[in-house]
Nanobody, 120 residues
Framework: QVQLVESGGDLVQPGGSLRLSCATSGNIVSMYAVGWYRQGPGKQREMVASITSTGSTYYPHSVKGRFTISRDNAKNTVYLQMNSLKPDDTAVYYC??????????????WGQGTQVTVSS
């Protein structure tokens, strides 16, 4: 059974940093592409980063240069380092395990989410 558990969400001031963790069951990080998504208040869920089983990464323009996704295969964990946080980054952050087909990501499994609040 595939399980993903996020942690690391917190209240942080604008300009601050956080590192989120996505702990996975089994050999997920070497078998699936793992994506980080977020859903802010009144907004649609959006992808903010992904990393494939071969290490290729993707970031949308909104977070490029501020967020970094990485993984530790030995720990079956994927991380999201978030720097220079803005109030607009406030959201519930989710990790997902899935596959890329023709450059489109299809998540198959989701974690329960972790709250990130950026506020002074």
């Amino acid at each position: 059974q595939v399980q993903l558990v996020e942690s690391g969400g917190d209240l942080v001031q604008p300009g601050g940093s956080l590192r989120l963790s996505c702990a996975t069951s089994g050999n997920i990080v070497s078998m699936y592409a793992v994506g980080w998504y977020r859903q802010g208040p009144g907004k649609q869920r959006e992808m903010v980063a992904s990393i494939t089983s071969t290490g290729s990464t993707y970031y949308p323009h909104s977070v490029k240069g501020r967020f970094t996704i990485s993984r530790d295969n030995a720990k079956n964990t994927v991380y999201l380092q978030m720097n220079s946080l803005k109030p607009d980054d406030t959201a519930v952050y989710y990790c997902a395990a899935g596959k890329y087909y023709s450059s489109t990501y299809y998540p198959d499994y989701w974690g329960q989410g972790t709250q990130v609040t950026v506020s002074s």
